[in-house]
């Protein structure tokens, strides 16, 4: 009896290691424009240019947003942090907009480095990025 409680115990204290782990590996989220990007952004601003409800930086220069892959860790990160949805209240929500003709969701691209290539290129792009991929060729706005 004390062999299987000792068991169960070890398989749930490396569980629970392994669960520590992987958060401690995970760098966070960072969003990222054109570093000649001179603007300043809130949670509020980015959260509705990714909405299709803002589609300018304060500066009035145009804003366009650039999603990474569907199903991405960052990608679900960003849309529970920043957009407070989760990843099926954000397909219900562009799939409304897309019906009705009020709007187009974000350009996906596969990954950080992806979104990271095409800002660095574009200065009227936003994205997000995983902050262990952030250089010079990008400027951080927000973080989380």
């Known amino acids: 009896m004390k062999a299987l409680f000792s068991k169960k115990l070890a398989s749930r204290l490396l569980a629970i290691a392994a669960v520590l782990m992987s958060c401690a590996a995970w760098s966070g989220v960072a969003v990222v424009v054109h570093p000649g990007n001179t603007n300043s952004m809130s949670e509020d601003d980015i959260s509705r240019i990714f909405l299709g409800k803002k589609k300018a930086f304060p500066d ?3 804003a366009i947003p650039v999603d990474q892959a ?3 860790a960052n990608r ?3 849309v529970s942090t920043v957009l407070k949805k989760n990843d099926q209240q954000i397909k219900a929500y562009w799939a409304q907009l897309l019906f009705t003709g009020k709007g ?3 350009k996906e691209v596969g990954s950080s480095a992806d979104v990271k ?8 792009l936003i994205g997000y990025i995983d902050t262990a991929d952030v250089d010079s060729s990008v400027k951080v706005v927000f973080q989380f």
């Open 104 to 106: 187009t969701p974000p």
């Open 117 to 124: 290539k095409l800002i660095a290129q574009n200065p009227s």
């Open 60 to 62: 009035g220069s145009d």
């Open 76 to 78: 679900s990160a960003f």
């Open 70 to 72: 569907d199903g991405s």
